[in-house]
């Protein structure tokens, strides 16, 4: 299999190396940032929560790029994955060179992050790196395989996507059930049964894990709300398209905002928590965190962007073909951009806001909550501006994609 690897890579084109250094990349960056995060845990006396949560935010982000990077790589190898099917390869052997692919990438990545984070931290505990390393890795090959399940090659040449799948009422009910946890610690803390010590913290634990993968979940059901309204009420060909086209695939815009949803949920609740307790050594970490996963969040809806014009060329070429001008597909993608990124934002920054309300209301003052609100306002702005500005810089994106020559 790894001969047969290398032998495809030959064939790469420059767009494929600038994926595959990408995915390499983001290894390196979570591997270092996974190291340091750790290193700042040992030594960190005061904030500990904040601590964690500065944690994940240094690592949920880059996973998300490497990911989206990984479904990119997957969706434009047609000529490649092609000739494995020609050769006599099955649709299983395709996945596990893709699983094979995404590994060996994210382990150079997270090599190199690894030595770079030894030569920096000399005098800093090391022995956390080669776990790392090994959790980097197998986090390569497991998405390499699973990006891979939406792509449909044969020999003749097709690729295409799986059926598209719209809201689930399992993605309701898991963020129904995070909320019912967390509100549930909320209430009987300091009096849980059995174990009232640490019963209210699990609790509250589970219940936030819980609504942070439900927020990304139950996105899917709001974007496609607030789309079919916005193509109710639309009053040019272009929000009508492009309400359309998010209406009939949510969940790929829920799974591209991920990144942009967990930063405003930090973000807002980091304001908050701000508010209620004052400023500390902490929450500078963690504000710097929501910096370096804003970043990730921009470049991970690149990759997404790029992904959506790869699925939509035909129809774009088509439009362009017609007399559609490209300045009026550009306004689609904005538009797009928009319609999907609002309610995300808007929702996950007044969940972020309420987890910590909920939990240090006791000590909170009503007065506070103006800075908490104003803060989670900017936070869904930031978030939303950050989409928008990512499609207004597709249009390089857009202009290669209704070429004649990369479509055919």
Known sequence: ??????????????????????????????????????????????????????????????????????????????????????????????????????????????????????????????????????????????????????????????????????????????????????VLGVTVKGRFPLVSTYGSVVTLSAGLVMLLFGVTLAATWVIRAYARRVGRRARSAEALLAARLVEADPRAWARALSVVSLTVFFGAGVGAQQAGVGYSQAHALVDVALLVALVTSVVALVVHQAEELIDLRRSFAALAASGVPERALGGVLVRQAAIAALPVCGMAAASGVAVVVLTIMDVYQVQWLGWAVARAVAMAGVGVLAAVLVALAARPLLRGALRFETWI
């Open 1 to 182: 299999m790894i001969a047969v690897l290398r032998m495809l890579n030959k064939g790469r084109s420059r767009a494929e190396r600038v994926r595959a250094g990408l995915i390499a990349v983001g290894a390196a960056v979570a591997t270092f940032l996974v190291c340091t995060a750790v290193s700042l845990a040992d030594y960190q006396d005061e904030g500990g929560s904040l601590t964690g949560l500065g944690l994940a935010l240094l690592t949920v982000p880059v996973a998300g790029l490497v990911h989206q990077a990984n479904r990119l790589a997957s969706a434009t190898r047609e000529r490649r994955l092609a000739a494995l099917r020609l050769a006599g390869a099955t649709a299983g052997d395709v996945r596990r060179l893709g699983a094979l692919e995404g590994g060996l990438l994210a382990l150079g990545g997270s090599l190199g992050g690894g030595a770079l984070y030894v030569v920096t931290h000399l005098a800093g505990p090391l022995p956390q790196v080669p776990v790392v390393v090994v959790l980097v890795t197998l986090g390569g090959v497991l998405s390499g395989a699973y990006a891979g399940r939406h792509v449909v090659a044969s020999p003749l040449g097709v690729a295409r996507r799986a059926r598209v799948r719209g809201p689930r009422v399992r993605d309701l009910f898991l963020f129904a059930a995070g909320v019912g946890l967390f």
